[in-house]
């Protein structure tokens, strides 16, 4: 049985992750380096510096948006951005890293878990709260740590706990809308080797997601593809860090390639 975390679980994965982010930047021969990376989003060109600059940011963002509570939109660019940008000497750009995460922790204590914020997920299952936030906070840290340690030639994988309940966000909160899906219908499982399932149902009615949980003389249907692998490597996957072929995956690849083309907001 795996632990379903809560508001002060994920308050503490924040803070682990954040203070692994800092130790692998900590690390880096220079601030100048290329971060190394997969990520579909990122520039070619980014470095070091500018890696933890979009972090830091997103960080100080994010507090802000859970600070506002309710609302229609994020709070204007002034409430979270100086205009000065991060330090660019290392001990000062740590240091504002580490405000950066202690602004958004702050936030969040001071919220708890079930005070309603704006969210850009509104077309999922997940929460409009900040304990929504807070759970989101986590694979994000946790995949830029990623990259830093990859960066710096120390990549680790992630923890269960980080990894289980982050692809199940990953699911739920990013995957899950009522767009139609613009392909043929399609039903996709993913398996993490710790035992724990997804199954991602693709239709005109949109991405409906499900924990998959077999029972004993109960018929599942059958899925188009699938994708076994560790909770970590699915994540990694998720986020465009590893390829496909990292995963043993079954039936038909194609959507796959599909899932990851797929702009829902377009």
Same mark, same amino acid.
Request: contains cysteine; charged residues 25%.
């Given at each position: 049985?795996?632990?379903?975390? /809560?508001?002060?679980?994920? &308050? $503490? ?10 130790? +692998?930047? !900590?690390?880096?021969?220079? &601030? ?13 060109? /980014? ?5 933890? @600059? ?14 506002? %509570? ?8 002034? !409430? ?9 000497? $290392? ?23 079930? /005070? ?17 936030? +807070?759970? =989101? ?11 830093? @340690?990859?960066?710096? %030639?120390?990549? @680790? ?38 035992? /724990?399932?997804? =199954?991602? =149902? &693709? ?6 997601? !499900? ?5 004993? %003389? ?32 079954? %039936? ?15």
């Amino acid at each position: 049985m795996h632990k379903i975390l /809560r508001f002060p679980d994920h &308050l $503490r994965l924040i803070n682990e992750r954040s203070a692994a982010f800092r130790a +692998a930047v !900590a690390a880096a021969p220079s &601030l100048d380096v290329p971060v190394l990376t997969s990520d579909p989003h990122a520039s070619p060109e /980014r470095t070091l510096f500018d890696l933890v @600059q979009h972090v830091g940011m997103a960080r100080r963002k994010s507090a802000a948006i859970v600070a506002a %509570g309710p609302a229609d939109a994020p709070p204007e660019k002034s !409430a979270w951005d100086d205009g000065m940008g991060a330090p660019r000497e $290392r001990e000062a750009l740590l240091a504002w890293w580490t405000e950066s995460v202690e602004q958004l922790t702050s936030a969040l204590r001071e919220a708890g878990p079930n /005070r309603g914020c704006w969210t850009w997920w509104d077309d999922s299952p997940s929460p409009q709260t900040s304990g929504a936030w +807070a759970r =989101r906070q986590v694979p994000e840290i946790a995949v830029y740590t990623y990259d830093v @340690q990859l960066t710096v %030639g120390a990549p @680790q994988p992630l923890s269960d706990e980080v990894a289980l309940d982050g692809f199940d966000d990953c699911q739920f909160t990013l995957c899950a809308t009522t767009v139609a899906w613009p392909h043929e219908p399609a039903i996709v499982d993913y398996h993490a080797t710790e035992g /724990r399932s997804w =199954r991602l =149902r &693709l239709s005109q009615d949109g991405a409906q997601v !499900a924990h998959l949980t077999p029972v004993a %003389g109960e018929d599942h249907d059958t899925a188009d593809a699938s994708a076994r692998g560790t909770a970590s490597d699915l994540v990694l996957f998720f986020y465009g860090r590893i390829p496909l072929d990292s995963l043993e995956v079954e %039936g038909d690849r194609r959507i796959f390639d599909q899932l990851a083309a797929w702009d829902p907001s377009v």
